[in-house]
């Protein structure tokens, strides 16, 4: 082990006290100066902006970090990243930006002088400036911290095959409390010394949050640090109130961090150490809105809960805060922290590291300045051979998962692709994947495990939030990866992928930003098919979700056999700024379309399949019976076969989707299709069936725009299930192939007359299977044994 | 402390053992038999399922927690339930159930005999029988198990303000990876010894998840020990594989937890010890799949995750495997077991204890039959005074808070009502509580603390999963309460409500299972004003997401108003098995209708406002403007007046929509209007301005079906936001009054002509909005100062 860190000297101790209340001054000016910026005037209510608007309490404490990475990046010219967890705290993470030069040298218009000072604060929380959380606007920001929670797996996943990179992570005792970030502290079980870089969390216990104290606050400190040891890191402490004595003890600890750390990766990757090391972690105990009034109106305001935002609230009214604000201000001696043109004094910026070494200036931080292709083999070599549809049938995850395992192989040097997931990798059918790579494990092992590798690239923790904090830490940074889910249980990270897509639509408006590979989705072990688990494992909701949010970032593709998975999966994999949501089988499902047609297929996101209805392109059917989704296109073409077999008149087109935002107007969406483009597949005013794998009014709401809705009848999940068999599934939900005759039967003009007798057939089919099903626990053999008969 | 209990009899140890024998034979069974189920018979074939569904692996784990359960309950006379985390080992729980009897009284067409035996094997798992999980028709559970996470906060919940029961809750070691439960360890901050009962958490580290090793049980003993001890626990371990000598710490150590939660509350209770103790934990470790196969097929089974579901997939096709079953069945002894008639022996029932005792008979787990109808006082005395419509200004969520204060004191003595809130109940402005209760907080605390207090009934940590987890807990023993959260973080628990809709669902289908009373949510702190925090709490969605579910179960409310807010909440808090949604803002809102008029109001759901309106009600308007929401109200009420003032001549209806399921066709949703209700409000064929809260398609999506839905044109939040103004966040997303006119101008024929001035207008007062809030931050006057003039 290294020896212990010398103390720094007291110049050096002056200049980051120095840079500290500069951050802390310019965070101050943020919240409330419209104008007057370097007070050079007395400060007047005409100062102050009309709406004080921000985060202050925690403003200090992310200035004292940023000063003190500042000092041990350039010290050691060591890359690092930061994810500032309170990233509500924006004031802290722009007034560092400010500072260092990199948010001049991304907004030009807001210089490293007076002038652009005065644009920094008033633009801050004002109508057309920048949001008061750490955003996609702000340089070196990977993470938003509004919603709380993710910002250790963010750390994480960006430093996941980025080994030369420390990651700081400061997470906020309000935080910590959430279940996402309590449970990625065991992220140190899946990070290699060797092939990753280091995370550093600094929790900071300013004591409050919001209202109340925080749980780790106040938990006896050996309490707190039996927590941290257990969650596999060795705590550092550093607590205090007096600036020179914390920055003492924190140049001190970090400079011991960034030690432990060095030796940590030395011992594995040069000594071939293999047993898991406690990696530091920082316990930084400064009071909530720190250097702030210390009381106002007579109420302790610094170290207590009420300097969470605004601490005075009545400026331009009252003229006691308005001194208070002026005394604030002035307590950091402004004059002799910038010069009288606004720039930063020489030891204000002494500490400061140069070029991409500053922490606004990373590259990890824009990651699509560091994104290569993604090598995606020709999707001939997986695709499975189709001499007729449906007369074969493969698992299309399985499929998937053999080219997923050459993307893997082919990325073993690059180290660029991983592919997570929550314990459900070989459950969904991708464990081909394992020939290629192992899956991430550092804890301990036995000799029955298969397949755990320290250096793997798929990655598995029975937590949905930490696979997809990972993951977006991953792809923010630049690497490209897979998640793969059980579809029910992805609604666990609703939350989290509302502010991924926020992130990505206000990225995409920045030019500055590079696009990002995009977050890919592998929804499987879907609704129909929860034959072990039933009802609380049926939701297929997760379209419904994202299709609220932004058009431009969001896709969502049901893929109706193996060819059409690889197609759509190839597509997203090369696609950069989407949220892309797959929904595909692992069960073995028919093979409908060659690779050529599936491809063609795809890129048209829906079309008519000829082949399967009993009328020629172009000429009008009598009733469109559309899907999508694996389950509804085979009770769909169950059904084209039971009308041409009962009903040989009838006029059927088969439409199958597979990008289901065509549906919507152009104008809501990019894929939308135009209205001639709906009505050639959907007619004007013929019945179109439509069997959709999930909630049938998702349908309607794409496409009640178009001139034949009216003529749309949707069948689909309708919150109907148990443990029960495939088949049983969908006639409770009504969206068997008989149920979908009988609905054609009750919507074609003339038919219910003429065509009475077919509908009782098929009606005392589905009571047949009521009574099969009882006696037996299996499908109808008619049903089990049916295949595609052209 | 108590002394060290003393060893089980060897007479006690074998009748433990022959009770969990028989729990696990009957777990296999249920999992493969059809029929021949004592075995008097060799197995063939025809005995054995067609489709082999469940999960074997927990289930000897969980047999060994229930039977010492039994004996420790029985032994103590101690009131107990149990939270059974691995939920998808049902066949455990349900075998227990039919042994001590619980499950023949709740289903007698299941005996306890061999008849009741065949039917009990048969049923599980079986198309029309009972599902693979834990789930609300399993006598004895409030926690179905299929998503893992919960468990251990719905055990808290079950905790509070039952100060005599003991909650056990087994912690499978796979959920203790997910976040919510990783954060819940940390309620031992939140129990009150005094006033609630105790938890005990069993964490059960069998090893393995589906496909992997669990991380838990990879570390090394004293970092285990560590995390738990930081989570404020004392840990006990019972680790093994040899039956004998696992029953044997078992027993000990279940008495050995019960002393020490006796003696933790002795100390509390009489002894008026306020320090936080450490509340014992077991950590269980024995194999998965512990007496199955040890191999099949040449691989080990037994103690690894291939034990997870299945262990022989064919034993109807290969004789091998029908060969080990029946070997595994009989290692069991069932003639020992059972008698003749296939009734349990008495040594196997020797240790499970009486009357509502029994695990699966606790009333408690039937939460109705202990609800009482909650105090909620007169809304006269809370409401406020409305001369005229307009004329006031009051924050909905202070009104309402004043009225919950009363109903928290009025159960001061009772204790069954609470309020959850991950740190937001102030900011939400319910801080009136804190006049009636305290916060519930056994962390340490300092002077300048505020309303914490360790018996308080005001619930806030910052984990939205532990809030939810927490009051479901609470709702399903049959207790009272609200969740309070900001609007768009409430999706963090998307996948927890739609488990709690499911288990409603099911519930409300069977006869013995007892109403609850309703889950309530107060979502505030909404899409309209997140002046401080910006784009990140922008998601108006919950609703969207909660209607895809049951309409049996979910009611989503719109208040537009303080009054309205308060019938709304009243009903809401009188309701059972429901989940209700009430969207309201917390900033300061006109009044718009009197308590007698809101109640009316309410009642209907959905009304014309007249007095906003230029036509008598039956007389049919030029337009109809609706709105529901708050904000969307007073921009409709604004627009209304701008079309009184501009185009005096034009009919206008205004709309107001409170209960957004009223938009429904009656057969989709039971408080779905009528056609000729709903025409009776919007007419047949006149436009419709609907301004809506939310995103604008839901509101298609519930009224597709409505004559007048091509009329129907809907403005509501389309994820355009940033931290910026209230009416600049109205224009942002064509929400405004100004934009509602120009619709209305586009809309209504003949008006596009005639009204060109007046359209221009409203587009220039856009215009100039923008220049002004650029120019100033602030809103025009003109509507920061509007009020309503009739």
């Not at 050691?76 to 930061?82: F, G, P, Y």
């Not at 009381?295 to 969470?308: I, K, L, Y």
């Not at 050529?596 to 829906?606: Q, W």
Request: hydrophobic share 40%; aromatic share 8%; with cysteine.
């Amino acid at each position: 082990m290294a020896a212990e860190p010398a103390d720094v000297s007291e110049d050096e101790l002056r200049a980051l006290d120095a840079h500290w209340r500069a951050a802390n001054y310019l965070s101050v000016g943020q919240i409330y100066l419209l104008s007057n910026p370097l007070l050079t005037e007395p400060l007047r209510p005409e100062h102050v902006k009309p709406r004080l608007l921000g985060h202050w309490g925690t403003s200090p404490g992310l200035n004292l970090v940023h000063t003190h990475l500042n000092r041990v990046v350039r010290a050691r010219a060591r890359k690092a990243l930061c994810v500032w967890g309170p990233g509500h705290g924006g004031p802290a993470v722009l007034a560092n930006s400010w500072l260092e030069g990199t948010y001049s040298e991304t907004y030009p218009d807001v210089g490293r002088d007076a002038a652009g000072m005065e644009r920094l604060f008033r633009q801050f929380s004002f109508p057309g400036g920048v949001p008061s959380h750490v955003a996609p606007e702000t340089p070196g920001s990977i993470h938003e911290g509004g919603e709380l929670g993710y910002s250790l797996a963010h750390a994480y996943g960006a430093a996941f095959d980025n080994p030369e990179l420390v990651v700081a992570c400061v997470v906020g005792d309000g935080e910590a409390e959430t279940g996402p970030l309590a449970t990625s502290w065991h992220s140190t079980k899946f990070l290699d010394p060797v092939h990753d870089g280091a995370v550093l969390p600094i929790l900071h216990l300013n004591g409050y949050k919001i209202a109340n104290p925080a749980v780790l606050a106040r938990l006896p400190e050996s309490e707190l640090d039996a927590l941290l040891r257990g969650y596999g890191h060795e705590p550092l402490h550093v607590t205090g109130d007096n600036p020179r004595e914390v920055h003492r003890a924190m140049a001190r600890t970090m400079d011991l961090a960034f030690d432990r750390i060095a030796a940590i990766q030395r011992a594995a990757r040069e000594e071939g150490r293999t047993e898991r090391a406690a990696w530091p972690v920082i316990v930084l105990r400064t009071p909530k809105g720190w250097t702030g009034p210390a009381e106002v109106g007579g109420v302790p305001v610094e170290g207590t809960w009420r300097a969470h935002q605004v601490p005075l609230g009545q400026v331009r009214e009252d003229p006691g805060h308005l001194r208070e604000l002026e005394r604030w201000l002035r307590s950091y001696r402004p004059e002799e922290l910038f010069d009288t043109d606004g720039a930063p004094r020489g030891e204000v910026l002494a500490c400061v590291p140069g070029g991409e070494l500053r922490l606004g200036a990373s590259p990890h931080a824009n990651g699509g300045l560091l994104t290569r292709a993604l090598p995606v083999p020709p999707l001939e070599r997986y695709a499975v051979t189709v001499d007729k549809p449906g007369g074969t049938m493969h698992e299309p995850m399985r499929v998937l998962g053999a080219m997923l395992e050459q993307v893997m192989r082919d990325t073993a040097e690059r180290r660029d692709f991983r592919v997570v997931g929550p314990d459900e990798t070989a459950s969904n059918r991708l464990q081909d994947l394992y020939r290629a790579t192992g899956k991430a494990w550092q804890a301990g092992t036995l000799p029955v495990d298969e397949h755990l590798a320290r250096d793997g690239r798929v990655m598995e923790i029975l937590s949905e939030h930490v696979c997809q904090g990972w993951l977006e830490g991953y792809l923010l940074t630049g690497r490209h990866g897979v998640f793969s889910c059980y579809e029910a249980f992805i609604h666990i990270v609703d939350s989290m992928v509302n502010q991924h897509i926020k992130w990505l639509k206000i990225s995409r408006s920045l030019s500055w930003r590079r696009p990002v590979p995009s977050l890919n989705y592998l929804l499987t072990s879907h609704v129909w098919r929860q034959d072990h688990n039933g009802f609380s494992h049926q939701d297929p909701g997760f379209p419904d979700h994202v299709l609220n949010k932004s058009p431009d970032v969001v896709r969502v593709y049901f893929p109706p056999d193996a060819n059409t998975l690889l197609s759509v999966a190839d597509h997203a994999l090369r696609s950069r700024d989407y949220v892309n949501v797959i929904v595909a089988g692992k069960q073995p499902c028919f093979d409908w379309l060659t690779m050529d047609e599936a491809r063609a297929h795809c890129a048209r996101g829906a079309g008519i399949w000829e082949w399967a209805g009993t009328v020629e392109e172009g000429r009008e059917p009598d009733v469109v019976l559309a899907a999508a989704g694996d389950v509804p296109t085979q009770e769909t073409l169950a059904a084209a076969q039971l009308l041409r077999e009962h009903l040989p008149g009838l006029g059927v087109r088969v439409v199958n989707v597979v990008d289901i935002a065509r549906l919507q107007p152009r104008e809501e969406h990019p894929h939308g299709m135009t209205e001639p483009e709906f009505d050639a597949l959907f007619t004007r005013d013929k019945p179109v069936i439509f069997a959709y794998h999930g909630y049938p009014w998702l349908i309607h709401r794409l496409a009640y725009r178009r001139t034949s809705h009216p003529h749309l009848h949707v069948r689909g999940y309708k919150e109907s299930g148990t443990t029960t068999t495939p088949f049983d599934m969908v006639v409770r939900n009504d969206l068997d192939r008989y149920r979908l005759v009988m609905d054609v039967i009750d919507r074609v003009p003339g038919l219910a007359v003429r065509a009475a007798g077919v509908r009782q057939t098929m009606e005392d089919t589905r009571t047949r299977h009521q009574a099969w099903i009882r006696e037996h626990g299996t499908d109808l053999p008619e049903v089990a044994d049916w295949t595609w008969t052209p």
